[in-house]
Protein backbone atom coordinates (compact mmCIF):
# COMPACT_ATOMS: atom_id res chain seq x y z
CA UNK A 1 0.00 0.00 0.00
CA UNK A 2 1.32 3.70 -0.47
CA UNK A 3 1.91 5.46 2.27
CA UNK A 4 2.94 8.80 2.93
CA UNK A 5 6.61 10.35 1.13
CA UNK A 6 8.43 12.90 2.49
CA UNK A 7 11.46 14.47 0.95
CA UNK A 8 14.07 14.68 1.08
CA UNK A 9 15.13 11.84 3.70
CA UNK A 10 18.30 13.66 4.71
CA UNK A 11 19.05 17.55 4.61
CA UNK A 12 22.15 19.50 5.43
CA UNK A 13 22.16 23.69 5.99
CA UNK A 14 23.83 26.00 7.67
CA UNK A 15 22.79 28.74 9.38
CA UNK A 16 20.91 31.56 8.01
CA UNK A 17 20.25 29.45 5.19
CA UNK A 18 16.75 28.37 3.46
CA UNK A 19 15.37 24.79 3.96
CA UNK A 20 12.13 23.40 2.10
CA UNK A 21 10.69 20.05 3.16
CA UNK A 22 8.07 18.39 0.86
CA UNK A 23 5.53 15.58 1.84
CA UNK A 24 3.61 13.36 -0.14
CA UNK A 25 0.24 12.22 1.35
CA UNK A 26 -1.54 8.91 1.11
CA UNK A 27 -3.77 9.46 -2.26
CA UNK A 28 -6.99 10.33 -1.38
CA UNK A 29 -5.76 11.46 1.92
CA UNK A 30 -6.65 15.52 2.68
CA UNK A 31 -5.30 16.12 5.89
CA UNK A 32 -1.75 16.52 6.28
CA UNK A 33 0.43 17.29 9.67
CA UNK A 34 3.79 18.19 10.53
CA UNK A 35 5.88 17.34 13.61
CA UNK A 36 8.93 18.22 14.72
CA UNK A 37 10.93 15.59 16.34
CA UNK A 38 14.64 17.03 18.46
CA UNK A 39 17.33 14.60 19.31
CA UNK A 40 15.64 12.11 22.51
CA UNK A 41 12.50 14.05 22.30
CA UNK A 42 8.47 13.25 21.74
CA UNK A 43 7.32 14.76 18.34
CA UNK A 44 6.02 18.43 18.75
CA UNK A 45 2.68 19.34 16.44
CA UNK A 46 3.90 22.15 13.64
CA UNK A 47 0.55 22.78 11.74
CA UNK A 48 -2.15 20.69 9.35
CA UNK A 49 -3.85 21.46 6.85
CA UNK A 50 -7.44 20.16 5.79
CA UNK A 51 -8.35 20.43 2.56
CA UNK A 52 -6.05 22.94 1.81
CA UNK A 53 -6.61 25.24 4.23
CA UNK A 54 -4.81 25.67 7.49
CA UNK A 55 -6.69 24.06 10.32
CA UNK A 56 -4.57 23.74 13.07
CA UNK A 57 -1.16 25.59 14.21
CA UNK A 58 1.12 24.48 17.16
CA UNK A 59 4.36 25.61 17.85
CA UNK A 60 5.80 26.77 14.78
CA UNK A 61 8.01 29.47 14.86
CA UNK A 62 7.54 32.56 12.37
CA UNK A 63 10.28 31.71 10.48
CA UNK A 64 8.34 28.85 9.31
CA UNK A 65 5.99 28.52 7.15
CA UNK A 66 3.63 26.03 5.17
CA UNK A 67 0.97 25.54 2.86
CA UNK A 68 -0.90 22.59 1.15
CA UNK A 69 -1.73 22.51 -2.48
CA UNK A 70 -4.39 21.28 -4.87
CA UNK A 71 -2.78 18.09 -5.24
CA UNK A 72 -3.11 17.88 -1.40
CA UNK A 73 1.01 17.74 -1.31
CA UNK A 74 2.32 20.30 1.62
CA UNK A 75 6.12 22.46 1.64
CA UNK A 76 6.90 23.49 4.71
CA UNK A 77 9.52 26.46 4.29
CA UNK A 78 12.11 27.39 7.10
CA UNK A 79 13.99 30.21 7.06
CA UNK A 80 17.09 32.01 8.91
CA UNK A 81 18.21 28.30 10.06
CA UNK A 82 19.13 28.20 13.25
CA UNK A 83 21.25 25.15 15.25
CA UNK A 84 18.32 24.34 17.13
CA UNK A 85 15.99 23.40 13.92
CA UNK A 86 18.39 20.18 13.79
CA UNK A 87 15.64 17.81 14.15
CA UNK A 88 13.63 14.98 12.88
CA UNK A 89 10.00 16.42 10.47
CA UNK A 90 7.49 14.18 10.07
CA UNK A 91 4.52 14.85 7.88
CA UNK A 92 1.72 12.35 8.59
CA UNK A 93 -1.89 12.34 6.53
CA UNK A 94 -5.31 11.16 7.33
CA UNK A 95 -8.38 10.96 5.83
CA UNK A 96 -10.20 13.79 6.73
CA UNK A 97 -10.38 14.45 10.43
CA UNK A 98 -12.36 12.51 13.29
CA UNK A 99 -11.51 9.07 13.83
CA UNK A 100 -8.98 8.59 11.46
CA UNK A 101 -5.64 7.37 12.06
CA UNK A 102 -2.31 9.38 11.06
CA UNK A 103 -0.04 7.69 8.90
CA UNK A 104 3.87 9.11 9.56
CA UNK A 105 6.21 9.57 6.53
CA UNK A 106 10.05 8.59 7.26
CA UNK A 107 10.80 11.86 7.92
CA UNK A 108 13.51 14.49 6.78
CA UNK A 109 16.56 14.58 8.84
CA UNK A 110 17.51 18.10 8.84
CA UNK A 111 21.29 18.71 9.99
CA UNK A 112 22.22 22.79 10.85
CA UNK A 113 26.04 23.26 10.80
CA UNK B 1 -4.09 21.58 27.39
CA UNK B 2 -4.38 17.84 27.43
CA UNK B 3 -0.61 16.82 28.70
CA UNK B 4 0.41 12.47 28.54
CA UNK B 5 2.87 10.83 30.82
CA UNK B 6 4.88 7.74 30.40
CA UNK B 7 7.03 7.33 33.53
CA UNK B 8 8.86 4.25 32.10
CA UNK B 9 11.76 5.96 29.89
CA UNK B 10 12.81 2.58 29.17
CA UNK B 11 11.48 -0.95 29.70
CA UNK B 12 13.04 -4.22 29.23
CA UNK B 13 11.58 -7.80 28.24
CA UNK B 14 12.73 -11.47 28.14
CA UNK B 15 11.62 -12.83 24.39
CA UNK B 16 8.48 -14.80 24.41
CA UNK B 17 7.15 -12.73 27.91
CA UNK B 18 4.88 -10.14 28.40
CA UNK B 19 5.71 -6.36 29.13
CA UNK B 20 3.10 -3.59 30.58
CA UNK B 21 4.05 -0.03 29.15
CA UNK B 22 2.42 2.31 30.91
CA UNK B 23 0.58 6.16 29.82
CA UNK B 24 -2.32 8.52 31.76
CA UNK B 25 -3.27 11.44 30.19
CA UNK B 26 -5.02 14.49 31.48
CA UNK B 27 -7.48 16.17 29.52
CA UNK B 28 -11.26 17.82 30.57
CA UNK B 29 -13.12 16.31 27.47
CA UNK B 30 -15.18 13.41 27.48
CA UNK B 31 -14.73 11.65 24.00
CA UNK B 32 -11.06 11.75 22.46
CA UNK B 33 -8.82 9.20 20.66
CA UNK B 34 -6.21 7.48 22.27
CA UNK B 35 -2.81 5.60 20.18
CA UNK B 36 0.27 4.35 20.47
CA UNK B 37 3.00 4.51 18.23
CA UNK B 38 5.97 2.65 17.58
CA UNK B 39 8.96 4.12 16.76
CA UNK B 40 12.26 1.79 15.57
CA UNK B 41 15.93 2.75 15.37
CA UNK B 42 14.61 3.03 11.45
CA UNK B 43 12.90 6.04 13.08
CA UNK B 44 9.45 5.63 11.30
CA UNK B 45 6.46 6.34 13.03
CA UNK B 46 4.49 2.92 13.06
CA UNK B 47 0.95 2.79 14.52
CA UNK B 48 0.46 0.25 16.65
CA UNK B 49 -3.43 0.74 18.17
CA UNK B 50 -5.75 2.89 18.86
CA UNK B 51 -8.90 2.95 21.12
CA UNK B 52 -11.83 5.56 20.76
CA UNK B 53 -13.26 7.37 24.22
CA UNK B 54 -16.31 6.11 23.66
CA UNK B 55 -15.71 2.35 23.37
CA UNK B 56 -15.48 0.40 26.56
CA UNK B 57 -13.92 -2.26 25.02
CA UNK B 58 -10.38 -2.74 25.25
CA UNK B 59 -8.88 -2.55 21.83
CA UNK B 60 -6.53 -5.74 20.60
CA UNK B 61 -4.37 -6.32 17.57
CA UNK B 62 -2.56 -9.72 17.44
CA UNK B 63 -0.05 -9.08 20.30
CA UNK B 64 -0.95 -5.94 21.62
CA UNK B 65 -3.76 -4.92 23.45
CA UNK B 66 -4.75 -2.00 25.69
CA UNK B 67 -6.51 -1.55 29.23
CA UNK B 68 -7.98 1.64 28.95
CA UNK B 69 -9.13 3.20 32.37
CA UNK B 70 -11.10 5.98 31.25
CA UNK B 71 -11.96 7.11 35.03
CA UNK B 72 -8.61 6.52 35.87
CA UNK B 73 -7.20 8.01 32.64
CA UNK B 74 -5.11 5.69 32.58
CA UNK B 75 -4.01 3.50 28.88
CA UNK B 76 -1.49 1.16 28.97
CA UNK B 77 -0.12 -1.31 26.11
CA UNK B 78 0.55 -5.18 26.76
CA UNK B 79 2.53 -6.92 24.47
CA UNK B 80 2.50 -10.74 24.55
CA UNK B 81 4.84 -13.27 23.27
CA UNK B 82 7.37 -10.11 22.97
CA UNK B 83 9.41 -10.50 19.70
CA UNK B 84 13.08 -9.10 18.72
CA UNK B 85 11.83 -6.74 16.18
CA UNK B 86 9.37 -5.17 18.90
CA UNK B 87 12.35 -3.61 19.94
CA UNK B 88 11.99 0.84 19.80
CA UNK B 89 10.81 3.81 21.72
CA UNK B 90 7.07 3.56 22.25
CA UNK B 91 4.75 6.55 22.13
CA UNK B 92 1.41 7.05 23.56
CA UNK B 93 -0.63 9.61 21.96
CA UNK B 94 -3.96 11.61 22.66
CA UNK B 95 -6.17 13.21 20.10
CA UNK B 96 -9.24 15.57 20.67
CA UNK B 97 -11.95 15.24 18.52
CA UNK B 98 -12.78 18.72 18.35
CA UNK B 99 -13.16 20.57 15.56
CA UNK B 100 -9.84 21.91 14.40
CA UNK B 101 -7.77 20.45 16.97
CA UNK B 102 -6.80 16.96 15.86
CA UNK B 103 -2.96 17.25 16.53
CA UNK B 104 -1.37 14.36 18.47
CA UNK B 105 0.12 15.17 22.22
CA UNK B 106 2.91 12.58 22.39
CA UNK B 107 4.61 11.28 25.58
CA UNK B 108 8.04 11.56 26.22
CA UNK B 109 8.47 7.63 24.94
CA UNK B 110 9.50 4.51 26.73
CA UNK B 111 12.73 3.06 25.33
CA UNK B 112 11.96 -1.18 24.73
CA UNK B 113 14.53 -3.22 24.62
CA UNK B 114 13.69 -6.88 24.21
CA UNK B 115 16.53 -9.61 25.38
CA UNK B 116 17.02 -12.90 23.21
Known amino acids: AAGVIQSPRHLIKEKRETATLKCYPI?????VYWYQQGPGQDPQFLISFYEKMQSDKGSIPDRFSAQQFSDYHSELNMSSLELGDSALYFCASSLGVGNQPQHFGDGTRLSIL | AQTVTQSQPEMSVQEAETVTLSCTYD???????LFWYKQPPSRQMILVIR??????QNATENRFSVNFQKAAKSFSLKISDSQLGDAAMYFCAYRSTQGGSEKLVFGKGTKLTVNP
Open chain 2, 27 to 33: TSESDYY
Open chain 1, 27 to 31: PRHDT
Open chain 2, 51 to 56: QEAYKQ
